[in-house]
């Protein structure tokens, strides 16, 4: 039977349309099928690590940034295969109360009347019940209890009580003496918290300032010697552990916790400008004059994009300082380095990561897919049964990249600046990947057309992506790039490995026409590659998308 939780995640997994805006799927409940990007064996149990089961719950005042945390650490874990699933608290209420009219006055005061603790206890059993559920039954790994926790008597009993069921408790408490930080949080929780939808923003920052102030008389900070627990203080600035090593996988949950910071930031993806040898891996050539001109445009729309919206920020009564400097990231391939160009040329940071380098093609580099399939069929096959881990001879696959990117993941997560990265369409999907938490099956079907820039905008309770068009580009530039330099992908109906199910990969509105047959073969019997042509038609009819995705990687951020 579905818990709560997972009931609720479920109905709202479908993907829906909303402007040119998604929200990622870090709510969604995992299948069986799914598969995690960076996760490196698998056991029949499903737990990895010889860790066990582990509950983290958090601690904190609110707009202390326990969400952010939580979303955060379960979207790392879920990237490297840990079984992990987010219990808010305030999700239960919401589900069981319903709408913010039948939440009593003095739901979230401690001095609360018989009626209302009855409802609290209620709400607490539910979600309890639903851990236990998912540790013990679905053979989940990870549940992370998003709640205040706030005395460190109840911190006790809650530690007691999962250890009767053999379930390690590791507490994680938001510190901050910051007020511009907790000004910060309150205004990136108004946003993204179901809590507030539709709420005028005023009107938003002045319940949730008091639901603060209702708490601090009655809170204790962590200080219980015997419990594991880990103090993140000021987002980041500080960290102190308390018996926090009971294995290798809570050593992970402390090195991760070392790199993330709770500051808002934009993060852009932006493809590298064509060049005279577009088909070449070794030879990294120059960009053509097609891709210098690509850079200008794009630099010339991502600049006048930031200050449009800073801009608005303003109008609506936002300070004017709030807009963080730019930092543009390359990979060391001479397409990408002279891409950001211009961006030096106006004085922005450029660095160069090495990690960053597109997929090796191997021995599939410059031919085409007919030849590879000629003189490959054995290898094609292997691709399109599982094109995110299979890889070609003397090539890297999906997977590889993956973990070759976690230090870039890593330092993602410590940058506070606005984040520009330029780089290969392969490099883009797998970082998409993991901030927008899809599962393996979909990134190598992601598409990253060229005359669009992505904005992924970090939030306390999802990650929200948009799309800015870059116009005025020549229409052959416009589709995104052939996968893995005409490496063949798999047909639209091919099978998601572990599952007989298709993909259903594509724009809400082919997968509401259903997928169109392949065309036949030619002679010879290989299949000639297929590109999908949005015309205007087709354009007005299925409305602003940012990338193509699976229903159960994007939600729309109006539910």
């Known amino acids: 039977m579905d818990t709560l939780l997972t009931a609720t995640?479920?109905?709202?997994?479908?993907?829906?349309?909303?402007?040119?805006?998604?929200?990622?799927?870090?709510?969604?409940?995992?299948?069986?099928?799914?598969?995690?990007?960076?996760?490196?064996?698998?056991?029949?149990?499903?737990?990895?690590?010889?860790?066990?089961?582990?509950?983290?719950?958090?601690?904190?005042?609110?707009?202390?940034?326990?969400?952010?945390?939580?979303?955060?650490?379960?979207?790392?874990?879920?990237?490297?295969?840990?079984?992990?699933?987010?219990?808010?608290?305030?999700?239960?209420?919401?589900?069981?109360?319903g709408s913010d009219e039948g939440v009593p006055d003095d739901y979230f005061y401690m001095n609360a009347s018989p009626s209302t603790v009855l409802l609290r206890n209620k709400?607490?059993?539910?979600?309890?019940?639903?851990?236990?559920?998912?540790?013990?039954?679905?053979?989940?790994?990870?549940?992370?209890?998003?709640?205040?926790?706030?005395?460190?008597?109840?911190?006790?009993?809650?530690?007691?009580?999962?250890?009767?069921?053999?379930?390690?408790?590791?507490f994680i408490e938001s510190v901050c003496t910051d007020d511009r930080i907790i000004e910060e949080n309150v205004r990136s929780v108004k946003i993204s918290s179901p809590d507030y939808a539709g709420w005028d923003a005023d009107a938003a920052v002045k319940d949730y300032l008091a639901r603060i102030n209702a708490r601090i008389p009655h809170f204790e900070t962590m200080d219980e010697p015997e419990l594991h627990y880990i103090k993140m203080i000021n987002a980041g600035e500080r960290i102190a552990v308390n018996h926090g090593a009971f294995g290798y996988l809570s050593q992970r949950i402390v090195f991760y916790l070392l790199n993330l910071h709770i500051k808002s930031r934009q993060i852009y993806f932006a493809r590298a400008g064509t060049t005279k040898e577009e088909d070449s891996y070794k030879a990294d050539a120059s960009l053509?004059?097609?891709?210098?001109?690509?850079?200008?445009?794009?630099?010339?729309?991502?600049?006048?994009?930031?200050?449009?919206?800073?801009?608005?920020?303003?109008?609506?009564?936002?300070?004017?300082?709030?807009?963080?400097?730019?930092?543009?990231?390359?990979?060391?391939?001479?397409?990408?380095?002279?891409?950001?160009e211009v961006f030096i040329q106006k004085g922005y940071r450029v660095r160069q990561r090495s990690q960053m380098s597109q997929m090796n093609p191997g021995v599939c580099e410059k031919m085409s897919e007919r030849k590879i399939r000629q003189e490959y069929p054995a290898e094609v096959a292997k691709h399109?049964?599982?094109?995110?881990?299979?890889?070609?001879?003397?090539?890297?696959?999906?997977?590889?990249?993956?973990?070759?990117?976690?230090?870039?993941?890593?330092?993602?997560?410590?940058?506070?600046?606005?984040l520009l990265l330029i780089a290969h369409e392969s490099v883009l999907r797998v970082l998409y990947g993991y901030l927008m938490a899809c599962n393996a099956g979909d990134i190598p079907n992601l598409e990253f057309p060229r005359d669009e820039i992505i904005e992924i905008i970090p939030a306390s309770y999802h990650n929200v992506a948009k799309r800015i068009r870059i116009p005025n580009l020549p229409p052959h530039m416009r589709p995104s790039s052939p996968q893995d330099i005409s490496m063949p992908a798999p047909p639209s109906s091919a099978p998601t490995?572990?599952?007989?199910?298709?993909?259903?990969?594509?724009?809400?509105?082919?997968?509401?026409?259903?997928?169109?047959?392949?065309?036949?073969?030619?002679?010879?019997?290989?299949?000639?590659?297929?590109?999908?042509?949005?015309?205007?038609?087709?354009?007005?009819?299925e409305g602003d998308q940012p990338l193509k995705m699976s229903e159960k990687t994007h939600v729309n951020p109006s539910d």
Not at 311 to 337: D, E, F, H
Not at 498 to 512: E, R, V, Y
């Open 384 to 418: 399109e049964r599982d094109p995110y881990h299979h890889r070609y001879p003397r090539a890297e696959s999906y997977h590889d990249l993956a973990v070759r990117l976690e230090p870039i993941i890593l330092e993602l997560e410590r940058e506070q600046n606005d």
């Open 288 to 340: 053509s004059d097609e891709g210098r001109d690509y850079s200008r445009k794009m630099t010339d729309i991502l600049i006048k994009h930031r200050e449009e919206e800073n801009q608005a920020y303003i109008n609506r009564g936002g300070p004017n300082n709030i807009q963080k400097p730019l930092t543009v990231w390359t990979s060391t391939r001479r397409r990408t380095i002279e891409t950001s």
């Open 9 to 97: 995640s479920l109905a709202k997994a479908r993907l829906r349309r909303k402007s040119n805006t998604f929200i990622d799927a870090i709510h969604n409940a995992q299948h069986l099928e799914d598969m995690a990007p960076a996760q490196l064996y698998s056991t029949e149990s499903g737990r990895l690590f010889h860790s066990g089961r582990i509950v983290i719950s958090t601690v904190g005042l609110p707009a202390r940034g326990k969400t952010h945390v939580s979303v955060a650490m379960a979207r790392y874990l879920r990237w490297l295969g840990v079984k992990t699933r987010i219990f808010h608290l305030g999700d239960y209420r919401r589900a069981i109360v």
């Open 497 to 541: 490995p572990g599952n007989n199910t298709p993909l259903n990969i594509g724009t809400p509105a082919m997968g509401s026409r259903g997928s169109s047959p392949p065309p036949p073969p030619p002679p010879g019997g290989f299949d000639v590659p297929r590109i999908n042509v949005l015309t205007a038609e087709d354009a007005a009819r």
């Open 123 to 170: 709400i607490l059993k539910q979600c309890r019940d639903d851990i236990y559920h998912f540790l013990n039954v679905e053979n989940g790994q990870v549940a992370i209890y998003d709640a205040v926790n706030p005395t460190a008597a109840g911190r006790r009993l809650l530690e007691k009580e999962f250890a009767k069921h053999n379930i390690r408790t590791l």
